[in-house]
């Protein structure tokens, strides 16, 4: 009799992996995954194994990837492998301020012209990739085609680089550069706050004590409306930003060690006026992880 059960409940388990197979096999054909990017039809269980970058925090050997193989898999069901494979890492050498790549690849890390002329108000300035190609692709797909979606993995992507180059016990604090209100609401979302909302989550997935760690998302304010910096040189993108930020419960800020996050990074003039601002305010250091490094 308990042969015979157990014969039952093996029979019914193998044709409940046969049905879920199934309705695989018909979800891909009636309800093809098209890539956010290009637009073509593409099989995303094809890449990377088959595997969602959920799945990812399953497997160590991910996190001693590269930052191009990291994309790729994060970037697994939204774009097609010619897509996502046209991530480009900053890499060494780079300034050790602003973190911008130099064009030559040899030599090591340095500080820039730039950092040296006019050292900045932020400690560093790090990124996981330039803002080019697969990188710009999807932060404006993000941004500006409302796919939030891709916040997730992008905010995966951002906190593995996160755990990569700072020792999680040196921030108290992370910021997101806030939006105006009147850009917030049209746009319905702060891509900045949305790419490390999800960062407990994933210290919780990989064992990671970040109990200590606060996002602080209405702690800086974007008190005056300036108009787009994108189109501006450095001094007009300067003159535009500036005074445009107040903390609005500064008691939080003693002495704290600060994480500013945004997505881009061009000319640094916009974290570099949140740096001012959180630093008078009582800030004891502040640091700057983006997602993207404009060269």
């Not at 060690?257 to 061009?266: A, E, G, I």
Request: aromatic share 12%; proline share 4%; with cysteine.
């Amino acid at each position: 009799m308990m042969k015979f059960s157990f014969e039952i409940r093996h029979s019914f388990s193998g044709f409940k992996d046969l049905m879920i197979r199934m309705a695989d096999v018909l979800k891909a054909v009636f309800f093809p995954a098209k890539c956010l990017a290009c637009r073509s039809f593409f099989n995303p269980e094809a890449k990377q194994g088959g595997r969602l970058f959920e799945n990812y925090f399953q497997d160590e050997s991910f996190f001693n990837s590269s930052k191009k193989a990291i994309f790729e898999g994060l970037m697994t069901p939204f774009l097609c492998s010619i897509c996502s494979a046209d991530f480009l890492p900053v890499e060494s050498p780079f300034c050790s301020g602003c973190g911008i790549m130099f064009k030559s690849r040899e030599g090591e890390d340095h500080f820039c012209g730039e950092c040296l002329g006019s050292p900045k108000r932020f400690n560093i300035a790090r990124a996981p990739g330039i803002y080019d190609h697969a990188l710009l692709e999807a932060i404006h797909l993000l941004k500006y085609r409302g796919k939030i979606q891709l916040a997730r993995p992008l905010g995966m992507l951002l906190f593995f680089s996160f755990i990569a180059l700072w020792d999680e016990k040196s921030i108290d604090v992370v910021i997101p550069v806030p939006l105006h209100v009147k850009r917030l609401k049209k746009r319905g979302f702060n891509q900045s706050f949305l790419l490390v909302k999800d960062w407990g989550s994933f210290a919780k997935a990989i064992d990671i004590g970040l109990s200590h760690m606060h996002i602080e998302s209405h702690l800086l304010i974007r008190n005056r409306w300036t108009e787009p910096q994108t189109g501006l040189d450095r001094k007009k993108r300067k003159a535009n930003i500036k005074n445009a930020f107040r903390i609005r419960d500064a008691e939080k800020l003693n002495g704290k060690r600060v994480l500013l996050v945004d997505d881009v990074y061009t000319t640094g003039a916009t974290v570099d006026e949140c740096s001012k601002v959180l630093l008078s305010s009582g800030a004891g250091q502040v640091d700057v992880l983006t997602l993207a490094r404009a060269m």
